[in-house]
C-alpha cells in the first residue's frame, strides 16, 4: 500500500511544498492547490512529468529570491512576487492539471494521452516562459513598451515588454522543454517526444507569453490610484488607498490572463501535434 502511486507522490508532493511553504514562496491556500497538483501530476504523469512539474516551480522559486534595487520597486509599486496563492497557483497549473485528470480518466496509455501530455508540457512551457520574463525583466531598469501601441510603459505594467524579458521568455520556454526532453530519454514512457514537438514546445511557450502581453496591453482591467495618481492592476493599492476602474474587462485578472495564456499555449501545441 505504501508503495502505490498516491502515496510517493503524496510524500513527494508535500515535501516539495512544505519547503516552498517555509521559505514563504506559497501561502496556505496556495500550499494545498500546489500539493493537489504534485500529487495527481505524479499519480498520472509519474516520474517524467513531476520532473517538468518542478522544474517549473523550483526555477519560478529560485528566480523569485534573486533581487536588485529595480526589480524591488516594481514588486511593491505592482503587488507582484511574494506568496502565491491558490488562485494563482491555479492559473499557472490547472491546465496542468486537466491533463492529469484527462489521463487518469482515460487510462495510462489510452487514446489521446500523448495529446495530453503535449498539452500539460506547452502549458509548462507558457507558464515558465511568462514568469522567467516577469522574474528577469524586471532586474534591470529597460524602458518595456507597449505589445500593441509600442508606447512606453512603467516597468511591471501588464503588457510592457523588453528585450531582456522577450529573452527571458525563450530561455524559460527552452529550459521546460528540454527538460522534458531529458527526462523522457531517462525514463522513456509512453510518451511521445521529437525534435520538431520540442520546438512545437518552445514556440506554444513564446506564444503563452505573447498573448500574456497581448491581453495584459489591451483586455485586462486597470485601476487607478488617486493618491498616488498611477494606474495599478490591484483594487487597493499598496498604499492602502481602494483604486478606482479605469479601463478593460473588470473580471479579467492577472490570473484569469494567466489561465488564457497557456490555453493559447495549448492550442499551438495541439495544432503542431497534428502537422508531425
Ligand atoms: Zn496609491
Given at each position: 500500500?505504501?508503495?502505490?502511486?498516491?502515496?510517493?507522490?503524496?510524500?513527494?508532493?508535500?515535501?516539495?511544498?512544505?519547503a516552498a511553504y517555509w521559505r514563504r514562496d506559497l501561502s496556505l491556500s496556495g500550499l494545498f492547490a500546489a500539493f493537489l497538483l504534485g500529487l495527481f501530476v505524479y499519480v498520472a504523469g509519474?516520474?517524467?512529468?513531476?520532473?517538468?512539474?518542478?522544474?517549473?516551480?523550483l526555477s519560478a522559486s529560485a528566480l523569485s529570491h534573486v533581487q536588485t534595487a529595480n526589480k524591488r520597486s516594481v514588486m511593491i509599486a505592482?503587488?507582484?512576487g511574494g506568496q502565491r496563492d491558490a488562485a494563482q497557483v491555479l492559473a499557472n497549473g490547472s491546465i496542468a492539471l486537466l491533463a492529469a485528470l484527462f489521463v487518469l480518466w482515460s487510462g495510462r496509455c489510452g487514446l489521446g494521452s500523448n495529446t495530453a501530455w503535449l498539452i500539460f508540457l506547452a502549458s509548462l512551457a507558457g507558464a515558465t516562459a511568462d514568469t522567467w520574463a516577469t522574474e528577469i525583466g524586471t532586474l534591470r531598469p529597460g524602458e518595456p513598451r507597449l505589445l500593441t501601441t509600442l508606447q512606453s510603459v512603467p516597468a511591471g505594467r501588464s503588457g510592457g515588454v523588453t528585450w531582456l524579458g522577450s529573452l527571458a521568455a525563450l530561455g524559460g520556454a527552452s529550459f521546460i522543454t528540454l527538460t522534458a526532453w531529458g527526462a523522457l530519454l531517462l525514463w522513456p514512457g509512453p510518451w511521445r517526444f521529437s525534435a520538431e514537438l520540442a520546438i512545437w514546445g518552445i514556440l506554444a511557450g513564446l506564444v503563452g507569453s505573447f498573448v500574456d502581453s497581448l491581453l495584459g496591453?489591451?483586455?485586462?482591467?486597470?485601476?487607478?490610484?488617486?493618491r498616488c495618481a498611477k494606474i495599478t492592476e490591484a483594487r487597493v493599492h499598496h498604499c492602502g488607498t481602494p483604486t478606482i476602474y479605469r479601463s478593460g474587462w473588470r473580471w479579467l485578472n492577472?490570473?484569469?490572463v494567466n489561465f488564457f495564456s497557456l490555453c493559447a499555449a495549448a492550442?499551438?501545441?495541439?495544432?503542431?501535434?497534428l502537422l508531425f
Open positions: 500500500m505504501w508503495r502505490s502511486p498516491w502515496c510517493v507522490g503524496a510524500f513527494i508532493s508535500s515535501c516539495i511544498v512544505s509519474g516520474v517524467v512529468w513531476s520532473i517538468v512539474l518542478v522544474a517549473f516551480f505592482f503587488a507582484k496591453a489591451t483586455l485586462q482591467a486597470q485601476y487607478f490610484c488617486p492577472n490570473d484569469w492550442v499551438v501545441v495541439i495544432f503542431g501535434s
